[in-house]
């Protein structure tokens, strides 16, 4: 099993920045891939950003050059470094961990961590 816990939501002002962070326990080898994703009340959840295990970045087009996703490896822990946010941001992120061992994907959730950006 793989236990994801985030930590670093809260209430920001518009333009401000936070920093996200997840720290993986448990049987972490062979994830390949670690992301974050979001929910907003009355949405579906949406990929915000990814890295896979050998450093490629994906980000959802609304958080490009605002948002940065890292890993530190001897950490296990990942972290979202969102800056410039905007009223639309605010969402329930979540810290994603794939595992793919034989081709069969397991994917493992936190709990979730409330961003919440006002105007």
């Known amino acids: 099993q793989v236990q994801l816990v985030e930590s670093g939501g809260g209430l920001v002002q518009a333009g401000g920045s936070l920093r996200l962070s997840c720290a993986i326990s448990g049987s972490s080898f062979s994830i390949n891939y670690m992301g974050w994703y979001r929910q907003a009340p009355g949405k579906q959840r949406e990929l915000v950003a990814a890295v896979t295990s050998g450093g490629s970045t994906n980000y959802a087009d609304s958080v490009k050059g605002r948002f940065t996703i890292s890993r530190d490896n001897a950490k296990n822990t990942i972290y979202l470094q969102m800056n410039s946010l905007k009223p639309e941001d605010t969402a329930v992120y979540y810290c994603?961990?794939?595992?793919?061992?034989?081709?069969?994907?397991?994917?493992?959730w936190g709990q979730g961590t409330q961003v919440t950006v006002s105007s």
């Open positions: 994603n961990a794939r595992k793919i061992i034989y081709g069969v994907s397991s994917d493992y």
